[in-house]
């Protein structure tokens, strides 16, 4: 039987609920073993989670995906006896590749301060093994090639030689849920996996131009659901053109069709607080980045947002198109956003790119005066 | 006379209006000379910008904190022989300490491509000469430690050993403005620097709670000002007591006392978009990081929210902890914002974490009554 260590920041457990962190995290590691078909037990131990099963390699990748967490290792549990502790950390340093030309230092941490050596004595002399059984060079800084951890616990000693890095945040399910609308588009995709990130639930909204860029936003959400283990992502679908078809057609018969991509995300917003409304979701998420392309103006922002009820989340308001590639690249969804589709139908030769609230309201007042 | 040569990132400009872009650019690269008492000429050339100085080693730090800039290098200009190019790759390799450990690159590129050596040529003729001079390893890779760049104008060649990075975003003034709510903590400087990063003239508003929280606001006001080349930091600075104090006293005589944070909240973002319609900002801009504390909940967010008339914008909803104090040290402002300060005099023994929209709709109207 094998064991991954599974470790979750402190940090994030200021001011949040201790208990329900570490429980939502445990549920949601089962999901997460369940989903790719593992067995394994999972229980808490001090500050960290400990999965028993024995498919360790298999779990790794899909265990690297649960937020909450922010890194995990395989272990070998050894009894608590220095010599044991010693042979074991030498045998990791050999699999993790330490020779005469790779750097290396050893961590030892006690949760049980009763163990005769204390942590400084168990890094010298399991350091002094891996020296002379493989050669390497000690370098006790974060520029060490490999890091081989001891953790002396009460019934046993861990020790281990890898270390693999979750993605952070918070437990699935600990932030509530919002609506994330999702395009076939580079953004908005990661905007989503950045709320999945501080916990929240999603319900992801497509509206449907055609049918690349839907087949291209469901493989995305697909992909986000790798991320989600203890939620389900179901996605819904509507279409655009049934919602905003009679909005671009009065506005061009109005000779105002530069506002049609103002008015569209408009509708989309209040669309999405309609089924926000209904599903108990208290937010609605956006891939929005100020200034990424021309219409992404201050201005155009406050117009789209013009009388939407619920808040509207933005994470990547302040990044820049390299820093969200760099997400979607590392989430997995990079690819499947760049598959070629036809753009929108309704797109306007030259759209405007920074409305006046006054104008917009009047323009606003007078279509709707229309529908009445 | 030497130059430093300023790199923008070309994936900003898409969309952009380019000539905007390298016009404000140019025009802050000049207000930072300019404040900090520097002599410079600056001139485009293609992708880049070109700094002419007699003092180049004291221009690189406050030229690298100018957004829209990726990276900056003090560089050599020599005439377009390759000789002359190779002498001064030497010179360069062997200022940025290459020898038989340290490995490098070189990585030449024609502007001009009549010049009759190419870009592989360059790199392989200067390689070898660096290699008999000085011994070292080459590495083509990114993992060179050292890379001597070659650019290749019509007018002269430019050579250069170190590169220096920036924040890279988009130019001080090409966004707009947004008020930005400062306190003394460590997340709303960070919060107005990242829309500051992308392109954001800010109005920084901090509602004073006592000496202490003000100083630590305005001391990180001063920094974000380092950042701000193209647009002064004009701090406002209000009584938070003055504008909050008249209703957290009805709160309290209603035992109602647990609703103070969102009510105070929601009475300060209102204040900020008063400020911001006098000012023509669009928006309004806060510290939130979803769950971050007990209180920073979805359900709190909407009614904080709640008839807030301009857009919210929330740059670190979706970020850790680690990754905001990351960048508080990075830019400088972590220091003070852990300055220890007075609690706030008006927090609740008992905040509530999730308050029921329409409980919140029947308190403001209770309150909104009296006071008719």
Redesign the interface.
Known sequence: MGIILLRY?E??L????RNEFVRRLRQNVRACLKAHGLRGEVSSTGQRLLVQTEQVEEALEPLSRIFGLVSLSPVAQVERDIEAIIAECVRQAEQAGVGPEVSYRVQARRADKSFPFTSPQINRLAGEAIQRALGGKVDLSERAAVTIGVEVRHEAALVYGRVISAP???PMG?????VALISGGIDSPVAAW??M????GVIPVHFAQNEEETQKALDNIALLGRYSYGWTLHPRVLDQHELIGPTIERLRALGEERWSCIFCKRLLLLKACEIAEEVGA??VVMGD??????S????N??LI?YGVP??????L??L????IVAIARRIGTFEVSTRSERGCAFLPAHPLTRGSLQAFRELLSRLEGETK
Chains 1, 2 share one sequence.
Request: aromatic share 0%; with cysteine; glycine share 16%.
């Open positions: 920041g940090m994030a200021k001011g949040q609920n952070g945040g918070l600990t932030g509530g849920r919002v950045m709320m990130k501080r916990g929240c208290r937010a980045s100020l200034g990424q392309v021309a992404q103006t201050l201005a922002l406050e947002s619920k808040p509207i989340l933005r994470p308001i302040a820049d198109k390299a820093e």
